[in-house]
């Protein structure tokens, strides 16, 4: 019997279009624009100005905060503007225009294809270097990496879990990366167990990626022969189930032991990280080589097989080139996500740029994104059901309607992970998420107030 | 037979006396000392509970008066001047007069002078829609026109115009009660003045990006080009953020400022025809003499008519 989360859950259809499709490598544009804010916390602090000549790779802005990251050139030319420019939801961040000339290579950054298998032993040094490249959660949030892997003192992780369960539908950017750069996965794994304190390192991935399963425990088993520092390092197959990608439930597929509310994953000593972070994790450490790209999908049941692709695109292309690069976009789609069909952002700017955590270019046809008229909850269930956090999404969006926040408290709102179980199962088309992430975000501030007093 | 029923009366009769002095005497102990000047002044207010006041509903408003030693500190939104002129007198003080007030909607974003840029097809709530990004126009500062203010309204004194997208207040039905200000996530609605004679002059937009960013996103919007501010003689404008807020405290109703406004930005509403600027003056020469033109062609094409007759 295979493991996964044990309660909640839906099982939507999962389109892995693109999973054949290999890795390509996106040509540089004439001009990218690099977010300052492509993490999770502080916005960085710019360091170059317009005129600066700058290499790729090379830092251009640092992080202002402890929650913040370092941003990388990803492009080699000349820093044309640094101000505000839209990002996909149409907000105004600070982006650094960079005019591209070349293509000229930061010194110290190894760009060949050389597998290095041997782990250097410094651990305040590997921080160091995953700290000064940029490293970020890739699996969504882009939470900075060395803040994951600095455990606060008093606790310990007992187990590192890769996330390669792309629960998502249609995405298939970390399946690519499994299949054509499982080594690389194994080694930045191996890195962060050694530097969380040599715990063992469980590597997620869901039941319909066998393919990724074999090559994975492949890796893994061809290292454990070659070299040192691999051992406890294991591929888990995981039931099909979404949301098993979400920190908590992972924790549960692969520990069996549950997160409390409001808590961190170290308070019950798991440590959880993407299988891309891993292959950033890799490349940060014994390439010297900053976080400045990263794999997407271009997908959607509107494209035809020929122009589905997965695209290694460097961070600050606009989305519009990328759109543009893969064959425009198609006449029936009336949607396009970055992200999943479930947690993903619709785009509201296609001429927003790629960030760290972009995973998708997703085409949706009206049918597909049209919301049925909203009726009365018929007290089904279903989305109590569904809820992977055992919450009832049914009873908060009552609360929440009529502002009852001492009721939506004591009913756990803040523990929602905004995955839309709820509603994707909901028959009478109630806006359960759209009404609970509010009053979620509200719950949270009263929350986060009455700690401050 | 008669015994029983003289038994069973007298037992009642007894046991009613007892339990009546019992429930005098826990009414006594327990008796809440209230000042019926509440209940006198509860009777004054609209009963409306809407919380504009600042307190949990007509009783605790009511209270609230009762006990304030200071009778600026209440103010029944609802019941305007009138009503605390009434409160005063229960209470046998005296009040001034405040000026009233008017919720004012300061966008003025319609489709024409703001273009989408994209479709929203989420949940019709601003609030949902703010939270998921900037909205379906280029300003993301401006209304997004779900109505959360047209739902929060206890007077129905706001509606949608279908053809601006705007939300509009009725001036006569808003009772400045302020619940449309705090339901608007992009705090667009503010309560103003309403002014002698309900004329009003106020800068219809929030937009706090640069002016070239603005007026790409909107025709409308305010630039913060600060020529307002320049010609105001009583030194009510600011422009603050590329955005300029006229105090309504200082403004005197010149509306020279609304005639320096490249954009139009600032409106001056309620005010007499005769005064109004060019615009309207100029457009009914042109209806009278198309009016003209129209008669004549009548004239003319009667006129061979007349001939053949």
């Known amino acids: 019997m295979m493991k996964t989360f044990s309660i909640g859950g839906i099982h939507p259809s999962d389109k892995k279009i693109s999973k054949d499709c290999n890795i390509e490598i996106l040509p540089v544009p004439a001009k990218v624009y690099i977010s300052m804010a492509q993490h999770l916390g502080a916005p960085a602090t710019p360091i170059v100005k317009a005129g600066d000549s700058v290499k790729v790779g090379q830092v251009i802005a640092e992080p202002a905060g402890f929650i913040s990251a370092y941003v990388h050139s990803s492009v080699s030319g000349t820093v044309k503007s640094v101000g505000p420019r839209k990002d996909l939801a149409g907000n105004f961040v600070t982006h650094v225009e960079i005019e591209t000339e070349g293509d000229d290579w930061a010194e110290g950054i190894d760009c060949s294809d050389t597998l290095i298998t041997e782990i250097p032993e410094d651990n305040k040094a590997i921080l160091e270097k995953i700290k000064l490249n940029g490293v970020v959660g890739l699996g969504g949030a882009t939470f900075p990496a060395h803040v994951k892997l600095s455990p606060p003192p008093g606790k310990k992780a007992d187990c590192l879990i890769l996330n390669g369960a792309e629960c998502e539908p249609y995405l298939t950017s970390d399946y690519r990366i499994m299949l054509e750069r499982s080594k690389e996965i194994v080694i930045g794994a191996a890195i962060m167990k050694q530097v969380l304190g040599g715990c063992p390192a469980v590597i997620g991935i869901e039941e319909n ?124 789609a009336a949607k396009i996500i970055s992200g999943g069909p479930m947690m993903g952002k619709a785009i509201a700017e296609l001429d927003a740029s790629t960030v760290k955590g972009s995973s998708s270019l997703l085409y949706l046809t009206a049918a597909q994104t049209m919301r049925g008229t909203e009726s009365a909850c018929i007290r089904c269930g279903k989305c109590a059901e569904a809820c992977p956090m055992g919450l009832e999404p049914f009873l908060l969006q009552k609360y929440a309607r009529n502002g009852m926040m001492d009721e939506l408290e004591e009913n756990a709102v803040q523990d929602c992970i905004e995955c839309g179980c709820c509603l994707y199962s909901c028959p009478a088309y109630i806006p359960l998420l759209d009404i609970i992430r509010i009053a979620k975000g509200d719950v949270i501030r009263i929350i986060r107030g009455r700690v401050q007093k | 037979m008669t015994q029983t029923i003289i038994w069973t009366i007298a037992i009642l009769t007894i046991l009613g006396m ?27 207010l609209p009963g409306a509970n809407c919380g504009g006041c600042g307190q949990a509903g007509c009783r605790a408003f009511a209270q609230f008066c009762v006990e304030s ?46 273009p989408k840029t994209n479709e929203y097809g989420g949940y019709q709530s601003c609030r949902v829609k703010a939270a998921l990004y900037s909205g379906d126009t280029g300003c993301s500062f401006g209304c997004l026109g779900c109505g959360d203010c047209v739902a929060a309204c ?74 307002c501010a320049k010609v105001c003689a009583f030194d009510a404008i600011t422009v603050e953020n590329n955005i300029a807020y006229i105090d309504f405290t200082k403004c005197k109703l010149c509306k020279k400022c609304v005639a320096e406004c490249p954009t139009g930005a600032i409106h001056a509403v309620n005010f007499p ?37």
Request: hydrophobic share 40%; aromatic share 4%.
């Open chain 2, 154 to 227: 206890q007077f129905g004194a706001i509606e949608m115009d279908p053809e601006t997208g705007l939300p509009v207040v009725d001036e006569e039905k808003c009772t400045a009660c302020g619940a449309c200000v705090k339901a608007c996530p992009k705090n667009i609605i503010e309560l103003r003045n309403k002014g002698r004679r309900n004329m009003r002059v106020y800068v219809s937009c929030v937009n706090r990006d640069k002016g070239a960013v603005a007026r790409k996103a909107c025709k409308a919007a305010c630039i913060g080009c600060g020529k």
């Open chain 2, 273 to 309: 025809v005769v005064n109004k600027p060019a615009a309207p003056v100029a457009a009914k020469p042109v209806a009278v003499a198309e009016a003209k033109s129209v008669m004549n062609k009548v004239e003319k094409s009667n006129e061979p008519v007349k001939k053949e007759e």
């Open chain 1, 209 to 332: 990626k066998p393919e990724a399963i074999r090559v994975m425990s492949d890796a893994v088993a061809e290292l454990q022969k070659t070299a040192r520092g691999y051992d406890g390092i294991s591929v888990m197959p995981l039931k099909k189930k979404y949301p098993q990608g979400g920190e908590k439930q992972l924790i549960d597929a692969v520990m069996k032991r549950q997160v409390k509310s409001m808590g961190l994953p170290i308070d019950v000593g798991a440590v959880v990280q993407n299988v891309a972070t891993s292959l950033a994790v890799y490349e940060a450490v014994q390439k010297n080589m900053p976080l400045i790209s990263n794999v997407l999908t271009v997908t959607g049941d509107c494209l035809p097989m020929d122009r589905q692709h997965n695209y290694k695109f460097r961070i600050g292309m606009p989305l519009s080139y990328i759109a543009e690069y893969a064959g425009g976009i198609p006449e029936d």
């Open chain 2, 69 to 114: 030693e200071d009778m600026d500190k209440c103010f029944c939104p609802v019941g305007g001047n009138d009503v605390m002129q009434q409160v005063a007198a229960v209470l046998g003080r005296t009040v001034a007069a405040k000026e009233p007030m008017v919720a004012v909607v300061r966008c003025n974003g319609t489709c024409e002078n703001r």
């Open chain 2, 18 to 44: 007892v339990l009546a002095v019992v429930l005098y005497l826990v009414a006594e102990k327990f008796k809440v000392e209230e000042d019926p000047r509440i209940d006198d002044v509860e009777k004054v």
